[in-house]
């Protein structure tokens, strides 16, 4: 049987197999914020073994007060400047940030979730 993840409040539930064949849509598309807040940005640093200056100005913009992940643009889509599309996965794994880590369950799509399943493969019905 699939492992399905579910959420209390979320009327959805989460197949993670689905990741293996999606090809990163949720980091890939249509262009968006990836917020990293002064935690995170020091996790991401480490994890690089780089220093604040050089991630702030390598992979991260100012988006109002708060600092976002670079994305580049590939055949007219978006991808997370940290998405390896040749391993189909991200490069900062491990430090990723808590909006990558508790995707699919956000507040917003709790009452969108038809698309969220345009978004990811993985949603399924509970
Ligand atoms: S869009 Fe969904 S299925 Fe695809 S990689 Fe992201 S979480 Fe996994
Ligand atoms: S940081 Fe990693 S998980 Fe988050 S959008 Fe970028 S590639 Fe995807």
Redesign the pocket.
Known sequence: MQNIVTKEGFPYG?M?S??AT??????TGESGYIHVNKTEMERIAAFLNIDIETLKSDYLYKHGYKYSIKEREVEGSFECVFYDAKQDGCMIYAARPVQCRT??FWEYYKNRVDELKN?????VDV
Do not use: M, N, T, V
């Open positions: 989460f993670p689905a990741c999606c090809g990163g849509k949720c980091c995707f699919p978004e990811c493969p993985g949603i």
